[in-house]
C-alpha cells in the first residue's frame, strides 16, 4: 500500500508540474488578433425633382419596394399653372406657324390687286395728260413749266403703280421662306417648354428606382417636400458589404480576390467572405504608434469583403468578427 501510495504521490506531482508547465506556457503565448467590422448596404434617397406638397406616402418602414413602385406623390398648383401657360403658348406659336404658312387671307390678297389696278389705271391718265400737254406746248399754247409739272406727274403715278404692284405680288406670294422658318421653330421652342413642364409635372409622381427595404420615411401627407429632399430611404441587403480597418502589418492577409471565414453574432453562424476592394489611401485619422525601435507607425486601411452566398436576416450595422493566429500574421 505504501508503494501505490508513492506512485500515486508522483503521478499526482508530476501531473500538477505538467499542468503548470502548461499553463504558463500557453499564458505567453502570442494571443491571436481578432478583427471586427461592420456590415453595411446600398442605401438609396428617393425625392423629387421639383418643391411640393405631399399628398400621399404609400410605403412604411420596413416595407419591401420593388423598381417603379409608386412611393409618393405631390401637390403642386404652380406646376399646373406653368404647364397652362406653355400649352397657351404652344398654340399661340402654332398659330403664327399656320399664318405664315398660308399667307395673306384671300380678302387682303383682293384688295392688294385692287389697289394696283387703281395705281395703274392713274398711270395711264397721266400719262394721257402729259401727252396732250406736251402737245400744246409745242404748239405755243401752254409754258413749258406746265409741261414739267404733267411729266413729273406721271412719274410719280408710275412709281405709285411700281409699288402697288409689289404689294399685291407681295400678298400673293406669303411669307418669306426665313419668316416660314423661324415660325416654325418657335413651335418648336414652345413644344419643348410643354414637354419641360410636363415632364415636372410627372415627377409629381414618384417611383422607385431601385428595390429594397423603407428604412426611413422623412415626411408625411400635407409636409413641405423642398426640391431634392429625401422623402423615403430604401436599403437594398441584397448589396451588402463588410467593412473593416485592416492595420497595414495585417493588409498582406486582405489582398483583392482573398477569401476567409468571419463570425457574424447577430446571427449566431459564420460565413465566407471575399476582399472586394481595398482603400488606395490609408486612414491617417488612426495612427497607431509602434514601439519606437520599430521605426514607424501603423496606419490602417479601410476593406470591403462581400458574402460569397447571400446571408438570410442581414441587418446593417451588425459585427462581423474575424481571428487570424500568429502564425498567419507571421506568414
Same mark, same amino acid.
Request: hydrophobic share 45%; aromatic share 10%; proline share 3%.
Given at each position: 500500500?505504501?508503494?501505490?501510495?508513492?506512485?500515486?504521490?508522483?503521478?499526482?506531482?508530476?501531473?500538477?508540474?505538467?499542468?503548470?508547465?502548461?499553463?504558463?506556457?500557453?499564458?505567453?503565448?502570442?494571443?491571436?488578433?481578432?478583427?471586427?467590422?461592420?456590415?453595411?448596404?446600398?442605401?438609396?434617397?428617393?425625392?423629387?425633382?421639383?418643391?411640393?406638397?405631399?399628398?400621399?406616402?404609400?410605403?412604411?418602414?420596413?416595407?419591401?419596394?420593388?423598381?417603379?413602385?409608386?412611393?409618393?406623390?405631390?401637390?403642386?398648383?404652380?406646376?399646373?399653372?406653368?404647364?397652362?401657360?406653355?400649352?397657351?403658348?404652344?398654340?399661340?406659336?402654332?398659330?403664327?406657324?399656320?399664318?405664315?404658312?398660308?399667307?395673306?387671307?384671300?380678302?387682303?390678297?383682293?384688295?392688294?390687286?385692287?389697289?394696283?389696278?387703281?395705281?395703274?389705271?392713274?398711270?395711264?391718265?397721266?400719262?394721257?395728260?402729259?401727252?396732250?400737254?406736251?402737245?400744246?406746248?409745242?404748239?405755243?399754247?401752254?409754258?413749258?413749266?406746265?409741261?414739267?409739272? *404733267?411729266?413729273? %406727274?406721271?412719274?410719280?403715278? &408710275?412709281? !405709285?403703280?411700281? +409699288?402697288?404692284?409689289?404689294?399685291?405680288?407681295?400678298? =400673293?406670294?406669303?411669307?418669306?421662306?426665313?419668316?416660314?422658318?423661324?415660325?416654325?421653330?418657335?413651335?418648336?421652342?414652345?413644344?419643348?417648354?410643354?414637354?419641360?413642364?410636363?415632364?415636372?409635372?410627372?415627377?409629381?409622381?414618384?417611383?422607385?428606382?431601385?428595390?429594397?427595404?423603407?428604412?426611413?420615411?422623412?415626411?408625411?401627407?400635407?409636409?413641405?417636400?423642398?426640391?431634392?429632399?429625401?422623402?423615403?430611404?430604401?436599403?437594398?441587403?441584397?448589396?451588402?458589404?463588410?467593412?473593416?480597418?485592416?492595420?497595414?502589418?495585417?493588409?498582406?492577409?486582405?489582398?483583392?480576390?482573398?477569401?476567409?471565414?468571419?463570425?457574424?453574432? *447577430?446571427?449566431? %453562424?459564420?460565413?465566407?467572405? &471575399?476582399? !472586394?476592394?481595398? +482603400?488606395?489611401?490609408?486612414?491617417?485619422?488612426?495612427? =497607431?504608434?509602434?514601439?519606437?525601435?520599430?521605426?514607424?507607425?501603423?496606419?490602417?486601411?479601410?476593406?470591403?469583403?462581400?458574402?460569397?452566398?447571400?446571408?438570410?436576416?442581414?441587418r446593417v450595422g451588425m459585427s462581423v468578427?474575424?481571428?487570424?493566429?500568429?502564425?498567419?500574421?507571421?506568414?
Amino acid at each position: 500500500m505504501k508503494y501505490l501510495s508513492a506512485v500515486f504521490t508522483v503521478i499526482l506531482f508530476i501531473g500538477i508540474a505538467a499542468w503548470t508547465s502548461f499553463s504558463f506556457w500557453h499564458a505567453y503565448q502570442p494571443k491571436p488578433v481578432k478583427l471586427q467590422g461592420q456590415i453595411e448596404a446600398e442605401e438609396y434617397f428617393i425625392s423629387s425633382k421639383v418643391p411640393g406638397r405631399i399628398r400621399d406616402v404609400f410605403v412604411k418602414k420596413g416595407e419591401q419596394v420593388t423598381k417603379d413602385q409608386l412611393i409618393f406623390t405631390l401637390e403642386s398648383p404652380e406646376i399646373d399653372a406653368k404647364l397652362q401657360q406653355a400649352k397657351a403658348g404652344e398654340k399661340a406659336a402654332g398659330a403664327m406657324a399656320q399664318k405664315a404658312r398660308t399667307g395673306a387671307r384671300g380678302q387682303q390678297i383682293r384688295a392688294a390687286k385692287d389697289q394696283w389696278k387703281k395705281a395703274e389705271a392713274a398711270s395711264r391718265l397721266m400719262e394721257k395728260t402729259y401727252g396732250r400737254i406736251n402737245t400744246l406746248f409745242k404748239d405755243g399754247v401752254v409754258a413749258e413749266q406746265k409741261k414739267d409739272e *404733267a411729266f413729273t %406727274r406721271w412719274q410719280a403715278a &408710275q412709281y !405709285t403703280e411700281n +409699288a402697288a404692284r409689289q404689294m399685291y405680288e407681295m400678298a =400673293r406670294e406669303g411669307a418669306r421662306k426665313e419668316t416660314r422658318q423661324a415660325a416654325e421653330e418657335k413651335v418648336n421652342m414652345a413644344a419643348g417648354a410643354v414637354a419641360e413642364v410636363e415632364a415636372y409635372k410627372a415627377d409629381t409622381r414618384i417611383k422607385s428606382w431601385f428595390k429594397g427595404e423603407v428604412a426611413q420615411v422623412m415626411l408625411s401627407k400635407g409636409e413641405l417636400a423642398p426640391q431634392g429632399f429625401p422623402v423615403v430611404t430604401v436599403v437594398d441587403m441584397e448589396d451588402a458589404w463588410a467593412v473593416f480597418n485592416i492595420r497595414e502589418d495585417l493588409l498582406s492577409r486582405f489582398k483583392k480576390g482573398t477569401r476567409f471565414i468571419a463570425r457574424i453574432p *447577430a446571427l449566431d %453562424r459564420d460565413s465566407e467572405f &471575399q476582399v !472586394t476592394h481595398v +482603400a488606395v489611401m490609408g486612414d491617417f485619422a488612426t495612427w =497607431r504608434t509602434t514601439d519606437a525601435g520599430k521605426g514607424f507607425d501603423m496606419k490602417t486601411f479601410e476593406v470591403e469583403a462581400r458574402p460569397v452566398a447571400p446571408l438570410k436576416d442581414l441587418r446593417v450595422g451588425m459585427s462581423v468578427l474575424v481571428n487570424i493566429t500568429q502564425t498567419e500574421i507571421q506568414e
